[in-house]
T-cell receptor, first 110, second 113 residues
Framework: GENVEQHPSTLSVQEGDSAVIKCTYS??????FPWYKQELGKGPQLIID?????GEKKDQRIAVTLNKTAKHFSLHITETQPEDSAVYFC?????????FGTGTSLTVIP | DAGITQSPRHKVTETGTPVTLRCHQT?????MYWYRQDPGHGLRLIHY???????DKGEVSDGYSVSRSKTEDFLLTLESATSSQTSVYFC????????????FGEGSRLTVL
């Protein structure tokens, strides 16, 4: 099956700085890569996604890039705010399943 | 918010007892999933359903069974709970399967003593 690795596991940034989370995947057949944000005590929520025919996608302060050749994709959050503090999961979709990374706990320091 | 309800939200049980977790949706989505979340492992798929009475195994299905007799309900059963099944369980639904958004429930925290 697919193997998704996510780094770093924890990340602290000052408010206003940028945060970058990186993921790699192993199955070249994976073609959909969503990112989920999980706040304490809640279920994950989709924040942005990218499909394999696109190299970059942006939504306000959040962007995702995909390098199919290298099999890696990244989440970029600019101008971070305290409400961005949460756990972020990347995922890759192949076969009939989603495979998730192990999560990154992001703390934005005011 | 997507209409997904998990029950119970919290449960403490003893080793060897059966446990059933319920996921109920009001969105009429075709696909339903059960994940478990553990520190250091992220979210791992246990079982999923692609229609009424149509289910398949995920990557960590041993010790779990599922049933879906109606579109809106997806049950996860631990026939004989073990301490290794202590976890937070999330139900998710999707309209289009692996090419679309997953909507997650609030989670069910299970402790097996």
């Amino acid at each position: 099956g697919e193997n998704v690795e996510q780094h770093p596991s924890t990340l602290s940034v000052q408010e206003g700085d940028s945060a970058v989370i990186k993921c790699t995947y192993s199955d070249s057949a994976s073609n959909y890569f969503p990112w989920y944000k999980q706040e304490l005590g809640k279920g994950p929520q989709l924040i942005i996604d990218i499909r394999s025919n696109v190299g970059e996608k942006k939504d306000q302060r959040i962007a995702v890039t995909l390098n199919k050749t290298a099999k890696h994709f990244s989440l970029h959050i600019t101008e971070t705010q305290p409400e961005d503090s949460a756990v972020y999961f990347c995922a890759a979709s192949t076969g009939n399943q989603f495979y998730f990374g192990t999560g990154t706990s992001l703390t934005v320091i005011p | 918010d997507a209409g997904i309800t998990q029950s119970p939200r919290h449960k403490v049980t003893e080793t060897g007892t059966p446990v059933t977790l319920r996921c109920h949706q009001t969105e009429n989505h075709r696909y339903m999933y059960w994940y478990r979340q553990d520190p250091g492992h992220g979210l791992r798929l246990i079982h999923y359903s692609y229609g009424v009475k149509d289910t398949d195994k995920g990557e960590v299905s041993d010790g779990y069974s599922v049933s879906r007799s109606k579109t809106e309900d997806f049950l996860l059963t631990l026939e004989s709970a073990t301490s290794s099944q202590t976890s937070v369980y999330f139900c998710a639904i999707s309209e289009s399967g692996r090419t679309g958004e997953l909507f997650f429930g609030e989670g069910s925290r299970l402790t097996v003593l």
